[in-house]
């Protein structure tokens, strides 16, 4: 399979396994930010129930970006499991408001997605589990030092030479320090209550 379409007649009871691969930028729906990973490998059976149409998947790929410690390349591994039902009957799915969010009351279930036309794309429910899963920080790794705050340095690759102090747990003690004096401060200056 090439894409993401699967024809609904090739769908049975008994499981029909499907295994592609898909460049990210090719599902990306319009007006959506691009997002930092160049293919995503998705692989799972999708199977008829009644009316209805399961999918359980794999997606699997690698986040790539620039590390927000030291600027190197962070590779971020993606490898999660997914099930959606999708059904024929299903009405379509809520629109977004004006600031882009769905309203979905806690009482209703969670609802099918709608198939539409003679194939189930999964394309959108790909996107949506991989915008979803998108991590909110990249770094290279777990130790990563980053860049001198002075010279701009990589401190993976050694000491940079220019005289600052790299313990980051003193300048955490420092910063922190700094904030309790301010809370304090604040403290003292407001209005006590009679």
Known sequence: MDSLKIPLSAITEHGEPFDAAAPVAGLRPEDAAALP???VRV???VTRVGDQVLVKARLQGDYVHACDRCLEEARIPLDIEVLWCYSES???RPEANADGEIEISPDEPDLPRPIVGNDLDL???VWEELALATPL???CSETCRGLCPRCG???NQGACGCGVAHDHEDEDRKAFAKLADLIQDTMEKRPTEE
């Open 137 to 139: 920080k990249y770094v």
């Open 153 to 155: 340095a990589n401190l």
């Open 37 to 39: 990973m160049a293919k």
């Open 90 to 92: 299903a009405p379509q």
């Open 43 to 45: 692989a799972g059976t």
């Open 123 to 125: 394309a959108p429910a």
